[in-house]
C-alpha cells in the first residue's frame, strides 16, 4: 500500500494541475465596431463579435449582432465596447411619407439645452437682420424631433453669442452665420418638416390696427435659404395638442419707447415763448 501512496498522490496532483492548465471556455460578446455616438440607431456594420473568457463576459452580454440592429444608443460606446442591452432605448422614430429630415444648426439656449429628446414637438422662430434691424418671426409649429446633438448635454456655462454681420437676409450682409463666443455649446437638431405648403400668418390687427396677413410658403425651400444668409434659429418645447400661433413678428428696434411731449423750460430772465418738444410717437407698420 505504501508503494502505490506516491503513485496516487502525483495523479491526484497531475489532474489537479490539468484541471488549473485547461483553457477557460469563451463566449461570443457584440462590440461597437468603431466609435459610435449616442443616439446613432445601430446598423450591422457598427457592431461586431469578440471571443473572450466566459468569467470576463459581462452580465447580460449579447452574442448575436442581428438582434442590436435598428436599436438606438442610449451612451456613447467606444470601440471594442461591450453593447448591451442597458446601453439601448429610446424611441426610434421614421419619416412619414410627407416628411423630410432637416438639420439645423442652433446654440444651446436657443435649442433648450438638456430638455429636448427625440419624439418632442417644438415651434420654430427665425431670427434675421434687415438693415441696421433685427428681426424675429414664430414660423411653424408641431415639428417632430428626430435627433439632438449630445453636445446640448454638456454642463458648461452659457455666454452671448455673436450676431451676424451686415444687412443678413434683406440687407446684403455677409452669409456667415452667427459663431457662438469660445465655449458655448452649439450643434445640430434633426427635425421632420412636412413637404406640403404652410401658411404662415402675421396678426397685425390686435396690434397695429391693420389687416392680417398670410404668407403662403415652402419650409424644405425657406430653411436653406435662411441658413445661408445667416439667419438664426430658436425652438420652442409645444405640447402634444398645443393650440395654433400666431404672431406679427418683431422688430427690436420697436421695443425702444420714450415717454411722450415734454415741456422746454424757459431760460430765466427771457420772455420767450415756452416751445413744447417731444419725440415723435413711433410709427406703427406692419
Known amino acids: 500500500m505504501k508503494k ?3 503513485i496516487v498522490l502525483a495523479m491526484v496532483v497531475f489532474a489537479v494541475a490539468l484541471a488549473l492548465n485547461r483553457p477557460e471556455p469563451q463566449v461570443a460578446v457584440v462590440v461597437a465596431a468603431a466609435d459610435l455616438p449616442e443616439g446613432r440607431v445601430l446598423a450591422e456594420s457598427d457592431l461586431a463579435t469578440k471571443e473572450m473568457p466566459k468569467s470576463l463576459a459581462p452580465d447580460g452580454a449579447v452574442s ?3 438582434s442590436l440592429v435598428g436599436q438606438r444608443l442610449r ?3 467606444s470601440a471594442g465596447d461591450p453593447i448591451l442591452p442597458a446601453h439601448l432605448g ?3 422614430l421614421e419619416l412619414r411619407p410627407n416628411e423630410r429630415a432637416v438639420a439645423l444648426q442652433v446654440s444651446a439656449a436657443q435649442g433648450l439645452a438638456g430638455l429636448l429628446k427625440p419624439g418632442d414637438r417644438v415651434g420654430l422662430t427665425v431670427i434675421v437682420n434687415s438693415g441696421q434691424q433685427t428681426f424675429a418671426k414664430y414660423l411653424v409649429g408641431g415639428l417632430r424631433v428626430l435627433w439632438v446633438d449630445p453636445a446640448f448635454k454638456r454642463d458648461s456655462g452659457m455666454v452671448p453669442q455673436t450676431t451676424p454681420s451686415g444687412g443678413g437676409l434683406f440687407g446684403g450682409g455677409s452669409p456667415a452665420a452667427a459663431a457662438d463666443v469660445e465655449g458655448a455649446a452649439r450643434g445640430l437638431v434633426v427635425l421632420a418638416i412636412p413637404t406640403d405648403m404652410k401658411v404662415v400668418p402675421y396678426a397685425f390687427a390686435a396690434g397695429f390696427g391693420a389687416e392680417n396677413i398670410e404668407q ?3 419650409l424644405l ?3 436653406p435659404a435662411l441658413t445661408t444668409q445667416g439667419a438664426q434659429f430658436g425652438l420652442v418645447l409645444e405640447p402634444e395638442k ?3 400661433a400666431q404672431t406679427s413678428g418683431l422688430a427690436l428696434q420697436s421695443l425702444v419707447i420714450t415717454p411722450g411731449p415734454t415741456m422746454t423750460p424757459t431760460p430765466t430772465g427771457q420772455a420767450a415763448a415756452v416751445e413744447v418738444q417731444g419725440t415723435p410717437e413711433p410709427t406703427k407698420k406692419p
Open 4 to 6: 502505490f501512496l506516491p
Open 64 to 66: 448575436e449582432v442581428q
Open 75 to 77: 451612451v456613447a460606446r
Open 90 to 92: 429610446g424611441e426610434v
Open 216 to 218: 403662403p410658403l415652402y
Open 221 to 223: 425651400d425657406v430653411l
Open 242 to 244: 398645443a393650440q395654433e
